[in-house]
């Protein structure tokens, strides 16, 4: 079975620091897929980033870096410099043969001026 | 850049009333799937539908949920008779099949009274 991991359901930190979202994924898969997406207040969902099985390279855009391990498999996001619209629910996703994306349970941030 | 619209964004009905929700995926894309988000929960998989047929649904989609693929474009959720436990974000989302990225729609709240 699938099945996605954020053990951190709120995290709150003072703009400027850094923070870490944990998430940790099980799959018997060897072919997937791993995401995250950031949920703003208005509702919608924001693709932020894609990682496929095959490729463990970490990924910096701006701010944002992705560590993907499959060893330990966990693909954790961190936010440099954080800052107040990066408030959000932020959610880690799988997804496997038929496609389906399952979503974990979400980190709430809180980015305090 | 081609996107996944869902109309209503809000939707407002009264229990035991039929409610159909829209989507209109990216043109080229041959996977369709609903996902529905209770408010401050996780993001959970109705159902995917592909070549016309229903692939997968989970345990959420009973008797009351259909979809339909009326047309070339639309793609329609609906509930037949709504409980109050129905309110909730619905989600619409197509994928092209060469990767196993979902583009998801802004979503349809569904309040039910």
């Known amino acids: 079975a699938q099945k996605v991991t954020q053990a951190q359901t709120e995290i709150s930190v003072v703009e400027k620091e850094d923070v870490t979202l944990d998430c940790v994924y099980e799959?018997?898969?060897?072919?997937?897929?791993l995401f995250w997406y950031k949920q703003p207040p208005s509702g919608e969902l924001v693709f932020l980033i894609r990682?496929?099985?095959?490729?463990?390279q970490n990924e910096i855009s701006g701010r944002y870096s992705w560590n993907f391990q499959k060893s330990t498999s966990s693909f954790n996001f961190t936010i440099t410099a954080s800052q107040v619209v990066d408030s959000a629910v932020y959610f880690c996703?799988?997804?496997?043969?038929?496609?389906?994306?399952?979503f974990g349970a979400g980190t709430r941030l809180f980015v305090k001026a | 850049e081609p996107e996944v619209t869902q109309t209503p964004s809000h939707q407002v009905t009264q229990m035991g009333q039929e409610v159909i929700l829209r989507c209109v995926p990216i043109?080229?894309?041959?996977?369709f799937y609903w996902y529905r988000q209770i408010l401050g929960q996780k993001v959970e998989f109705l159902v995917s539908?592909?070549?016309?047929?229903?692939?997968?649904k989970s345990e959420i989609f009973d008797d009351q949920f259909s979809v339909e693929r009326p047309d070339g474009s639309n793609f329609t959720l609906k509930i037949r008779s709504t409980k109050l436990e129905d309110s909730a974000m619905y989600f619409c989302?197509?994928?092209?099949?060469?990767?196993?990225?979902?583009?998801f729609g802004p979503g349809t709240r569904l309040t039910v009274t």
């Open positions: 996703a799988l997804s496997t043969g038929g496609f389906k994306t399952i």
């Open positions: 799959t018997r898969d060897t072919t997937y897929y």
């Open positions: 990682r496929n099985s095959f490729d463990e």
């Open positions: 043109s080229n894309h041959l996977y």
């Open positions: 539908f592909y070549n016309n047929e229903i692939s997968e």
């Open positions: 989302a197509s994928l092209a099949g060469e990767d196993y990225e979902q583009y």
